[in-house]
């Protein structure tokens, strides 16, 4: 006989390690009874009611692990609601500013002088305008005229007049008034502007040269008024406005006009000493959405041809024409300097058309 602390002599029968190890990979974990549906009655309460049944169903979720996620996942859908309406309240309040507009781009210009082969002819203005191209011209403010302005695939149709409207009151305040022709005004023309053309804008104002970029007269025309006066108040017109979106975003307003002038010597008050200058000029404007509530234009690029004028003379500053009796003669372009690096361009010259002198038999 075995003792009493020794193993028994027999293997024990049945499974080994005897019917608990049946069970021994079922592990009930607090999870796992706290989710239980049914639930044992104490013995407390089985002797104080015999009639209930040994177990009873629990209610759904009234585990306490179950009411803790239930609470945790209420607060964070509390924290979103917040979250997002604080969001919306201060997008409200404090909405982000718009982006700003890109900058402007300077203004391109260039002009060419128109050197006559003879002498300028003269005589009264009504006379001399009578008997050249200008003779059924408009005058002033009424040779500008606008077209049809259907809308566009990004600006609607209010924008595109205004467009026009904006680039009228440009060709009409720079190239008609007296008190910018030869009165030295600028600042009729320097409110229109875009405020980021105008540091170019003075610069060209105190700083004037022929390089592409700062000449007064590619923003208005301008004469000496030491040396030229008009010798009629009104400015024969002739030309055209057009308008294209170029880009989606971008509206394009082409103004390409005829402007005659007849001036006279400074200071002389012959009647007969009037002559005509005559000045081709085409000026584009470019607008974005931002500009029509800021009610500001963008000059793009000018380009002038006037005479009768010498192709030597400065015209940076004030254009300079050739008079009643003047010549050209011989007169030639300044000379170029390829090796200039100052940006200036050099100088560039025309020929005036004989087609576009008063003739002296009245035919055109």
């Known amino acids: 006989m075995a003792g009493r602390g020794g193993p028994p002599e027999e293997p024990i029968e049945g499974p080994t390690g005897g019917g608990d190890d049946e069970y021994r990979s079922v592990v009930f974990d607090e999870s796992f009874v706290e989710g239980a549906r049914l639930q044992e009655f104490s013995a407390q309460e089985r002797m104080d009611d015999e009639e209930h049944a040994a177990v009873r169903s629990r209610p759904v979720g009234a585990s306490p692990g179950a009411r803790a996620t239930s609470r945790q996942g209420l607060m964070l859908v509390l924290l979103i609601v917040i979250a997002f309406g604080t969001a919306v309240y201060m997008g409200v309040r404090n909405p982000l500013p718009d982006p700003p507009p890109a900058p402007a781009q300077p203004a391109r210009m260039v002009t060419v002088p128109l050197a006559p082969r003879g002498a300028v002819p003269g005589g009264t203005a009504r006379d001399l305008a009578a008997r050249s191209p200008a003779a059924d011209f408009r005058t002033g403010a009424d040779g500008v005229t606008f077209p049809s302005a259907p809308g566009t695939d990004h600006f609607t149709e209010s924008q595109v007049l205004a467009a026009l409207a904006g680039a009228k009151e440009y060709v009409v305040t720079s190239s008609v008034d007296p008190a910018v022709l030869t009165g030295g005004a600028v600042r009729p023309v320097r409110l229109l502007l875009d405020p980021g053309q105008l540091d170019q804008f003075e610069r060209s104002v105190h700083r004037p040269r022929s390089d592409g970029r700062h000449a007064v007269t590619g923003w208005m025309v301008r004469f000496d008024p030491d040396r030229v006066a008009l010798a009629a108040p009104q400015v024969r017109v002739n030309g ?89 003669g011989d007169d030639r372009p300044a000379g170029t300097d390829p090796y200039a690096l100052d940006g200036s361009r050099g100088a560039v010259c025309g020929v005036l058309a004989d087609r576009t002198v008063p003739g002296p038999t009245g035919a055109r």
Do not use: I, K, W
Not at 254 to 262: E, L, P
Not at 293 to 299: C, D, E, I, N, W
């Open 240 to 328: 055209t406005l057009t308008v294209e979106e170029t880009r989606p975003g971008t509206l394009e307003v082409t103004a390409d006009h005829v402007f005659v002038y007849a001036l006279r010597p400074a200071g002389d008050e012959d009647a007969n000493g009037a002559s005509l200058f005559t000045v081709r000029r085409e000026v584009r404007f470019r607008f974005g959405p931002e500009d029509f509530s800021a009610h500001q234009l963008r000059v793009h690029s000018v380009s002038t041809r006037a005479g009768p004028m010498a192709c030597s003379a400065d015209h940076s500053a004030t254009l300079a024409p050739l008079l009643a009796g003047e010549r050209a």
